[in-house]
Nanobody
Framework: EVQLVESGGGLVQAGGSLRLSCAAS????????IGWFRQAPGKEREGVSC????????YYADSVKGRFTISSDHAKNTVYLQMTSLKPDDTAVYYC???????????????????????WGKGTLVTVSS
């Protein structure tokens, strides 16, 4: 079965860095778009970053461009989200998700919408203090 397990969340001061990991099992990276989503209290779940290993295309939300970096390690079956220059507004539960999509992404920008994802991890809390 498909399984996604997040780790790496915690408490960090504004301006600091944190790396989240998503350990995947039960499927092949090349057949799925893998992404990171976050949900803060009172807000809708939003796509942060997604990667399509079939063509290497990547999507970043405007709010995190230049600060976050998504990457994948096929040998470890893991997707990472390196977060730098963290802000209090980044505080949220971060979820890893997978979308079955064994194709290239149009315009090399993978779809990264919560309602389009097929599988979800349980989430990891990131808290950024001011």
């Amino acid at each position: 079965e498909v399984q996604l397990v997040e780790s790496g969340g915690g408490l960090v001061q504004a301006g600091g860095s944190l790396r989240l990991s998503c350990a995947a099992s039960g499927f092949t990276f090349d057949d799925y778009v893998i992404g990171w989503f976050r949900q803060a209290p009172g807000k809708e779940r939003e796509g942060v970053s997604c990667i399509n290993s079939s063509d290497g295309s990547i999507y970043y939300a405007d709010s995190v461009k230049g600060r976050f970096t998504i990457s994948s390690d096929h040998a470890k079956n893991t997707v990472y989200l390196q977060m730098t220059s963290l802000k209090p507004d980044d505080t949220a539960v971060y979820y890893c998700a997978a979308d079955y999509w064994p194709y290239y992404s149009i315009n090399r920008s993978p779809s990264c919408q919560a309602n389009g994802m097929d599988y979800w991890g349980k989430g990891t809390l990131v808290t950024v203090s001011s």
